[in-house]
């Protein structure tokens, strides 16, 4: 009933920059958190940035400063903007979304693959 769809990955050289976007569709009354994680070869799923519905946010120290994580309610849509990337923010990153609706619970995207040469 719900779906979380991101894009926006790609490869690109250090000091480069992306900006990747997820849109939740389908049945909800509304969404509460959304946020980025990623999963690097090798290692556990990490929090890379979260935002509520009122627009406070959390980083990862690995990431403050560099990436920006926004959102737009009226698109249902989360932004992760990732500038000055580095070759350790190579990744899968997966959106996740807290929704309500006739259940409350977490959904996960399918993943969107973020390379970063040196």
């Known amino acids: 009933q719900v779906q979380l769809v991101e894009s926006g990955g790609g490869l690109v050289q250090a000091g480069g920059s992306l900006r990747l976007s997820c849109a939740a569709s389908g049945s909800f009354t509304s969404i509460n958190a959304m946020a980025w994680y990623r999963q690097a070869p090798g290692k556990q799923r990490e929090l890379v940035a979260a935002?509520?519905?009122?627009?406070?946010?959390n980083y990862a120290s690995s990431v403050k400063g560099r990436f920006t994580i926004s959102r737009d309610n009226a698109k249902n849509t989360v932004y992760l903007q990732m500038n000055s990337l580095k070759p350790e923010d190579t990744a899968v990153y997966y959106c996740n979304a807290d929704i309500s609706g006739y259940f409350r619970r977490d959904y996960w995207g399918q993943g969107t693959q973020v390379t970063v040469s040196s």
């Open positions: 935002v509520l519905r009122g627009g406070s946010t």
